[in-house]
């Protein structure tokens, strides 16, 4: 059963491209991250799938039920956190978590204790009196302490440091574990590849790979360092990475014959041929000049 779907979602801004097409389906008990640049469209997916702007064109449902048809009933068991977290100035934490329960329907306060502990988040502050990070912690107890099936969250990690960030997954892959689904932007690959059961790229607004984050690994490339060399050598089916004054580095995808009768020709001191990190092959689809239809891609 898909939790999300999407088919031919569209979203312009008068004549500015917010998403084009954009086709996803999220499973049941998935852990769904959704991954690009900046200006890629993972916010405004975001935000349409939730019906809080309304599509151009194409349709999506949530838990089966439409998003223009059924917001209120769908958003009501949903958690959502969005990438810039904004509140009411004045109020202390405690109160901003009761509003936010109360739009619920929900006594929460046990449960917003138990979060705001593993989360080191003092109620009783002031929310004008919170950084960056402990403001980022508020939304996620917002979203989290009504207990829904589906998370949506944006950019959910970015302001908290690395503990807080592993407390975060441990407390969304507890939730997973319950049955709940998990859809995500991310800008920490390596996030993405340690957590994430499939994942998603989309750039310039168009969805550019879908798949398991297994096999979005299972390219076939090689990450290729070279020593001792400082010009890059022509070969097909490589990625260059970097060129210092005396190594080369790049992915290759190519004939292995063809790279072997290269390394012989080569004044070479050393070489390594490694499997490349999913970091180094999502990078791949965040710059212009690589395609969803080229040697890298899943």
């Known amino acids: ?27 049941k008990g998935d852990i769904f991250g959704f991954i690009g640049p900046n200006g890629a469209g993972k916010s405004t997916t975001i935000r349409t799938l939730l019906g809080l ?3 151009s064109s194409g349709k999506a449902e949530i838990f089966g039920k439409d998003i223009k048809t059924n917001k ?32 619920h329907r929900k006594d929460c306060t046990a449960e917003a204790k138990s979060l705001c502990e593993r989360l080191s988040l003092d109620p009783t502050r002031k929310i ?35 503990l807080m960030q592993r407390e975060f997954y441990s407390l969304l892959i507890e939730r997973n574990n319950d049955g709940a689904t998990v859809f995500l932007s991310s800008h920490i690959l390596s996030e993405v590849q340690k957590y994430c059961k499939h994942a998603a790229v989309i750039r310039d607004g168009n969805i550019l790979v879908n798949d398991s984050v297994e096999k979005l690994g299972q390219t076939g490339a090689k990450r290729v360092i070279l020593h001792g060399v400082n010009k890059v050598p022509e ?7 970097s060129v210092t004054d005396n190594s080369v580095e790049f992915l290759y995808s190519g004939d292995i014959r063809q790279l072997t009768n290269l390394l012989a020709s080569l004044p070479l001191t050393d070489f390594t041929v490694t499997e490349p990190d999913l970091e180094e092959i999502f990078m791949h689809y965040y710059t212009k000049e690589g395609a969803a239809h080229d040697d890298f891609s899943a």
């Open 235 to 241: 070969l097909d089916g490589q990625k260059i990475l």
């Open 128 to 162: 004008d009196e919170l950084s960056l990070g402990n403001r980022k912690k508020v939304g996620i107890v917002c979203a989290l302490q009504h207990k829904p099936s589906l998370y949506i969250l944006d950019e959910p990690t970015s302001g908290l440091d690395p």
């Open 72 to 103: 209120l009933e769908i958003l009501s068991n949903v958690g959502f956190l969005p990438s810039e977290t904004m509140f009411y100035s004045g109020m202390r934490v405690s109160e901003i978590l009761k509003l936010s329960a109360n739009l």
């Open 53 to 55: 702007i309304a599509p």
């Open 1 to 27: 059963m898909n939790i999300i779907s999407a088919e031919n979602l569209t979203k312009f801004y008068g004549k500015s491209r917010g998403i084009v097409d954009v086709n996803l389906a999220v499973g």
